[in-house]
């Protein structure tokens, strides 16, 4: 590993890029996520690289619709109603098998909401958002050196599987500075693909490759559809997701993921100080949702507690994982809030009262 | 120092509020400690204030939140009244006592005046004023190791800036004797 850097967690996401080969960004600006696009506008062009602010989150998402089919790697990123527009752009690329990532710091909604930290956009990025039946492999990184980490292996991912990817975080993992180191440039981890399926012309050499999502025949967009199906299984397979902490022994299993998992982790110290025993479960990849581990405490803890800044929609997930074993409860803060230690404490108490 | 030092750092946009935190921060991190640096982006900055948390300590660091705070750097009044509430029983509250015109309510914490932006007006720069608080802070605290400090300024500042340097190490000093 290199030197010790303080960096903000956008600018790492952006150096995490470069350094993960992405050579074309294509963005529009919105807080908390813009130190992205302003890294990227100084640092494409010392690279050779390609850096448009686009004139619409809409006009982005299908450059990099055009980006990916030409097999480079690509980036882009926005916040909650930038992603929004996106959709329609998203729901293509995976029609498509494009592989891209796409990066959402997640601000308060809905509508135009608030600027502040949020999560409220878990059920858009895993349970479909655009139209159509597909998945966007999606990884909610908890730290900067996370940040960094896996920006990395969503490039790869991505180019393996030939689907979208998604960083989710939220304004304070995007505006805090932390530590991180990166890898020596010729020890990163950039596994190159052959993209023989990518538009990169003929040569008159081999026969032409179209990249496309119309399929009018039923029978051929079935199998299409099933195709991608079986693609999502073997991701969900292979490549699952998930940190386990303190949970041998624990009374009460407290879920969360990015920001909310490291007040967690806080609440983790203050509950053992009261002799109140607590594990943490954190999803990683949010889809394919870790559903294993939790499947595997539901046979020692007494409960569950499912703590997002949103109004309860991980906690959907976690129910269909420990499906009805042991009660899973849910506490929230919305709108920019962001829960407190003492709240999330208070609420085990309360729990494990009953 | 403790195993885990909560610092808020507050007052107006310009005052250089968000670079001190930054560069407490860094030497923190020099230091071989774990840090957090969080700055305020919300709708509180748009009244023209700023403030950030930064968190320096020997174990991982959890939330970069800061709900309560072992020592409160002010430089103006508008943040002492926003911040002298979550300080920790015992605390620390720094303030730059040329721009706050009150004192300190409580009683259950240690109050520090320090005329900072005078005494960097003195100096011939304002903007070393944030310096000047920072050298208060570390004397109270021991939070970093000066030296440090001085490698800080090193990383932090682009290299045309470097012939600061020493003004920026006086006026550190200048804070750590008052």
Redesign the interface.
């Given at each position: 590993m290199g030197e010790?850097l303080?960096m903000k967690g956008n600018e790492v996401i952006a150096e995490a890029a470069l350094r993960a080969g992405c050579r074309h960004y294509f963005g529009y600006p919105i807080?908390?996520q813009t130190e992205i696009a302003h890294y990227m506008a100084k640092r494409m062009p010392q690279v050779n690289g390609t850096f448009v602010q686009a004139e619409s989150e809409v006009a982005a998402i299908n450059m990099v619709y055009g980006a990916a089919s030409a097999g480079v790697r690509v980036l882009t990123s926005s916040s909650s109603p930038g992603i929004s527009l996106k959709q329609e752009g998203l729901s293509y690329m995976a029609g498509a098998e494009l592989p891209a990532v796409v990066v959402n710091i997640v601000r308060c909604g809905p509508g135009l909401g608030?600027?502040?930290p949020a999560q409220c956009d878990y059920f858009q990025t895993v349970k479909g958002g655009g139209h159509g039946d597909y998945k966007i492999y999606t990884l909610a990184p908890c730290s900067v050196q996370e940040l960094y980490e896996l920006t990395v292996d969503a490039f790869n991912i991505s180019d393996r599987y030939r689907i979208v990817t998604m960083i989710m975080g939220d304004?304070?993992l995007g505006?805090?500075?932390?530590?991180v180191e990166f890898r020596d440039e010729h020890e990163e981890k950039v596994i190159p693909y052959d993209k023989d399926w990518a538009t990169t012309g003929t040569q008159m050499k081999r026969d032409k490759n179209v990249v496309t999502s119309i399929y009018i025949n039923p029978e051929v967009l079935e199998k299409h559809n099933q195709k991608l199906q079986a693609k999502y299984a073997t991701i969900a397979q292979e490549e699952t997701r998930v940190e386990v902490f303190n949970c041998e022994e624990a009374d009460i299993i407290v879920t969360a993921f990015g920001?909310v998992a490291?007040?967690v982790?806080?609440v983790i110290?203050l509950a053992e100080k009261e002799g109140i025993k607590v594990g943490l479960i954190r999803p990683i990849t949010l889809w394919p949702f870790p559903d294993a581990a939790f499947r595997q405490y539901s046979e020692t803890a007494k409960a569950f507690l499912s703590v997002e800044m949103n109004a309860g929609q991980m906690v959907e997930d976690v129910r269909l994982a420990v499906n009805g074993k042991r009660p899973v409860y849910f506490y929230g803060r919305m709108g920019?809030m962001?829960p407190?230690?003492?709240e999330i404490l208070n609420k085990i108490k309360e729990i494990l009262a009953k | 120092m403790g195993i885990q030092q909560d610092i808020i750092i507050a007052g107006f946009g310009g005052q250089g509020i968000l670079s001190a935190g930054r560069l407490l921060a860094y030497a923190g991190m020099l230091e071989n400690k774990n840090v957090s640096w969080l700055p305020s982006y919300g709708p509180e900055m748009r009244g023209g204030t700023a403030n950030c948390n930064v968190i320096i300590s020997e174990e991982p660091v959890g939330s970069p939140i800061l709900n309560s705070a072992t020592t409160l750097v002010v430089m103006n009044g508008p943040s002492l009244d926003k911040f002298e509430g979550v300080v920790e029983k015992g605390g620390i509250i720094i303030i730059d006592s040329s721009l706050v015109d009150r004192k300190v309510k409580r009683s259950d914490v240690e109050a520090c005046e320090i005329p900072a932006t005078m005494m960097a007006s003195d100096m011939g720069n304002l903007t070393y004023a944030n310096i000047i608080m920072l050298g208060k802070l570390i004397a109270k605290t021991a939070i970093i190791d000066k030296s440090n400090f001085e490698k800080a300024l090193i990383k932090v500042l682009p290299p045309k800036k470097h012939y600061m340097i020493p003004e920026e190490m006086k006026a550190l000093e200048l804070g750590m004797s008052y």
């Open positions: 010790k303080l807080t908390p608030g600027i502040l304004g304070i505006q805090m500075m932390e530590a920001t490291r007040i982790k806080n110290k920019g962001v407190a230690q003492s | -």
